[in-house]
T-cell receptor, first 114, second 109 residues
């Protein structure tokens, strides 16, 4: 089956701890995205990448970091600098990201702070 | 970035047609209009996209007037399973499009 997988489904973070959320796609898409969603709110763009080894900040990049070493993988690290990390995190991909294309979303990871 | 405005919520009954309107007064010439559907604790799912006039697929229709300053998503004969949040996005690149708060549609029996 082609698609996007995110793991884990639930993740708990302790104070001062960095945590990494996994996102993998086998759709052969060039572009990948990370969004954050707070309860009752829309999605906000954290980071995006249109090609391997390149990524750009979105609207709320502070406290987050990403890497894009492989086409199929785009992990997101929530650092200790992110003071309010509790949210639902969604990863997406699209063929090229160069024009309005359908974005395909993963099932999401819910991050909770202990 | 083109800003969109949608109603916060709508209620409907099973079997009715639902029309959700989105305003995008500062839409640019190259911008497309895209709608997504999101169920609780899931990622959004693409519904339909258009540039002008009317687009129809097996799920919905999208009506866009000539001035393109608004668009209407039409869901024919909704069922309980259509209860979800619907987002209207405007842009010409994926990283230019923004998800607002969306419209929370509740379909009642």
């Amino acid at each position: 089956d082609g698609g996007i997988t995110q793991s884990p489904k639930y993740l708990f973070r302790k104070e001062g701890q960095n945590v990494t959320l996994s996102c993998e796609q086998n759709l052969n898409h060039d572009a990948m995205y990370w969004y954050r969603q707070d309860p009752g709110q829309g999605l906000r763009l954290i980071y995006y990448s249109q090609i391997v080894n390149d990524f750009q900040k979105g609207d709320i990049a502070e406290g987050y970091s990403v890497s894009r070493e492989k086409k199929e993988s785009f992990p997101l690290t929530v650092t200790s600098a992110q003071k309010n990390p509790t949210a639902f995190y969604l990863c997406a991909s699209s063929p090229q990201g160069a024009r309005a294309e359908t974005q395909y979303f993963g099932p999401g990871t819910r991050l909770l702070v202990l | 970035l083109a800003k969109t405005t949608q109603p916060i919520s709508m209620d409907s009954y099973e079997g009715q047609e639902v029309n959700i309107t989105c305003s995008h007064n500062n839409i640019a010439t190259n911008d497309y209009i895209t709608w997504y559907q999101q169920f609780p604790s899931q990622g959004p799912r693409f519904i339909i996209q258009g540039y002008k006039t009317k687009v129809t697929n097996e799920v919905a229709s999208l009506f866009i007037p000539a001035d393109r300053k608004s668009s209407t998503l039409s869901l024919p004969r909704v069922s309980l399973s259509d209860t979800a949040v619907y987002y209207c996005l405007v842009g010409d690149k994926d990283n230019d499009m923004r998800f607002g708060a969306g419209t929370r549609l509740t379909v009642k029996p």
